[in-house]
């Protein structure tokens, strides 16, 4: 069901990648830390998190601005 852990954080997901697709970091990293939030083991997320990373790197932007 949507309201469990796991579907929260695959919907949470599904809002990060969309916000990265569109450029909105902030927004990726907040609602990807939320899935992980919700289900600590839920990898898509974490590789959302870690593909943000590598985005702000390759930008040359400071990745403590963001992390």
């Known amino acids: 069901p949507a309201t469990s852990d796991e579907g929260k954080a695959e919907l949470k997901t599904a809002v990060g990648s ?9 927004g990726a990293k907040t609602a990807f830390t939320e899935a992980i939030a919700s289900q600590k083991t839920h990898y898509p997320a974490k590789l959302g998190l870690a593909r943000l990373r590598a985005i702000a790197q390759d930008r040359g932007w400071r990745i403590l601005d963001l992390f």
């Open 18 to 26: 969309a916000y990265a697709a569109l450029g909105n970091l902030d």
